[in-house]
């Protein structure tokens, strides 16, 4: 009958290279009688002090892998700092980058925009699990055969500069070049797909047509011009007064013509008022277009006095 130390050593054997099995073997078992024997000598029982000595030598396989100098780890420290920096960087663009292009080439062939979103988000979860089984198999198969990979050492010289205290943060730059670039691509959806229609189907602009030949295209450049001016206050990271200066006549080039054709009843399409029975009633257009006016106003004039008040907090 196998004891509990036949059994023990038999299971620490099996990991063990087969050229030191006999002398781990001699070593590992005269180690536990020699353990055993003591606490019997001290009037332990020696079937429970075997079971003691056992549970204190802890899991064969892990005292297996010290006799080896096996690592008990997929990604030692060794190689973890560069796993984790290659498998971050490949991953924060590649699969966005494979499932955009994948998207985009569907739509082309299919023409149905959700399933084109749906398979390019798919391929791109596939090639991030490739990624990260990849490299993460590169890594290990390089930790377990101590595989020089020649990768640069640390030094005081990749030491990042001090992070530069923003103002004017990445998140709200997105949101305004965001909200930007959907107006513009609203001026121009809505020419021809608004979600208003006439009796036999046919679209109707919510802005007037023959605005297109005039100030519609100034407006636009204009908003084109703004997403730029928040991605250069964005580099700044702060405000100063030559952006003052420009947020302030941005503001004004857009806002004073909108007002001007609000006031005028040169906005709206024609057809869009003429469509909403109770926007051609009375005064209510004009009181629409005031209406629209002052908060046109306020919102630019607030947009202004903004920026100067946190300029001049900054340079007091």
């Given at each position: 009958?196998?004891?509990?130390?036949?059994?023990?050593?038999?299971?620490?054997?099996?990991?063990?290279?087969?050229?030191?099995?006999?002398?781990?073997?001699?070593?590992l078992r005269g180690s536990i009688e020699?353990?055993?024997?003591?606490?019997?000598?001290?009037?332990?029982?020696?079937?429970?002090?075997?079971?003691?000595?056992?549970?204190?030598?802890?899991?064969?396989?892990?005292?297996?892998?010290?006799?080896?100098?096996?690592?008990?780890?997929?990604?030692?420290?060794?190689?973890?700092?560069?796993?984790?920096?290659?498998?971050?960087?490949?991953?924060?663009?590649?699969?966005?980058?494979?499932?955009?292009?994948?998207?985009?080439?569907?739509?082309?062939?299919?023409?149905?925009?959700?399933?084109?979103?749906?398979?390019?988000?798919?391929?791109?979860?596939?090639?991030?699990?490739?990624?990260?089984?990849?490299?993460t198999l590169g890594f290990a198969i390089?930790?377990?055969?101590?595989?020089?990979?020649?990768?640069?050492?640390?030094?005081?010289?990749?030491?990042?500069?001090?992070?530069?205290?923003?103002?004017?943060?990445?998140?709200?730059?997105?949101?305004?070049?965001?909200?930007?670039?959907?107006?513009?691509?609203?001026?121009?959806?809505?020419?021809?797909?608004?979600?208003?229609?006439?009796?036999?189907?046919?679209?109707?602009?919510?802005?007037?047509?023959?605005?297109?030949?005039?100030?519609?295209?100034?407006?636009?450049?204009?908003?084109?011009?703004?997403?730029?001016?928040?991605?250069?206050?964005?580099?700044v990271g702060h405000w100063t007064w030559?952006?003052?200066?420009?947020?302030?006549?941005?503001?004004?080039?857009?806002?004073?013509?909108?007002?001007?054709?609000?006031?005028?009843?040169?906005?709206?399409?024609?057809?869009?008022?003429?469509?909403?029975?109770?926007?051609?009633?009375?005064?209510?257009?004009?009181?629409?277009?005031?209406?629209?006016?002052?908060?046109?106003?306020?919102?630019?004039?607030?947009?202004?006095?903004?920026?100067?008040?946190?300029?001049?907090?900054?340079?007091?």
């Amino acid at each position: 009958m196998n004891t509990l130390t036949d059994r023990y050593l038999a299971a620490t054997l099996q990991s063990v290279p087969a050229q030191r099995r006999d002398e781990i073997a001699a070593e590992l078992r005269g180690s536990i009688e020699d353990m055993i024997e003591d606490r019997a000598g001290n009037g332990q029982d020696p079937v429970a002090a075997e079971r003691e000595v056992l549970t204190e030598l802890g899991n064969p396989d892990r005292l297996a892998a010290r006799y080896a100098d096996r690592r008990l780890q997929l990604i030692g420290p060794k190689y973890y700092l560069h796993w984790a920096k290659l498998l971050k960087t490949l991953l924060s663009f590649v699969p966005a980058i494979v499932g955009t292009v994948v998207a985009i080439v569907d739509a082309a062939d299919d023409g149905t925009v959700g399933g084109a979103i749906g398979t390019g988000i798919g391929v791109a979860i596939e090639v991030a699990v490739q990624i990260a089984f990849w490299v993460t198999l590169g890594f290990a198969i390089a930790e377990r055969t101590n595989t020089p990979l020649g990768l640069p050492e640390w030094n005081v010289d990749q030491l990042p500069a001090v992070p530069v205290k923003r103002e004017i943060g990445l998140t709200d730059a997105i949101a305004a070049v965001f909200t930007i670039g959907l107006t513009i691509a609203y001026l121009v959806l809505q020419h021809f797909h608004s979600w208003l229609q006439t009796d036999n189907g046919t679209n109707i602009p919510i802005i007037d047509p023959a605005l297109w030949n005039s100030w519609l295209p100034v407006l636009i450049g204009l908003l084109v011009i703004s997403a730029g001016f928040e991605i250069v206050k964005y580099r700044v990271g702060h405000w100063t007064w030559p952006l003052v200066g420009i947020n302030v006549l941005l503001d004004l080039a857009f806002a004073v013509p909108v007002a001007w054709l609000l006031l005028n009843d040169r906005l709206l399409s024609p057809a869009f008022v003429g469509h909403l029975d109770w926007l051609g009633e009375g005064d209510n257009l004009s009181t629409l277009a005031t209406f629209s006016t002052v908060g046109i106003a306020v919102i630019t004039v607030w947009d202004i006095i903004d920026s100067i008040i946190k300029t001049r907090r900054r340079t007091a």
